[in-house]
């Protein structure tokens, strides 16, 4: 399957509470992340595509549409690949 979404390598996650973090040691950037966030970060884990982390939002956060999830999806996976967490 193609589109997986790999995480850079040394990222670290850390959860607190409602929050959690990730943290890239090679450029010492730091991206705090809400639930939502978490749930993707967790799915980026070179096994998923975009395709099953998109099915897996619209489940789990009851998102209206697909067309919905996935857009915010790209934005948010931009965010991170500028942030260097993830390899696209």
Do not use: Y
């Amino acid at each position: 399957m193609k589109n997986k979404i790999n995480p850079s390598s040394d990222i670290v996650l850390r959860e607190e509470g409602e929050e959690a973090f990730l943290f890239n040691p090679a450029s010492n950037n730091i991206k705090v992340l809400n639930n939502t966030g978490a749930f993707i970060w967790k799915l980026c884990d070179g096994k998923h595509s975009r395709d099953d982390i998109v099915n897996a939002l619209t489940e789990e956060f009851n998102v209206p549409s697909q067309e919905e999830a996935e857009k915010d999806l790209a934005k948010f996976l931009e965010t991170l690949q500028n942030g260097g967490f993830i390899n696209a």
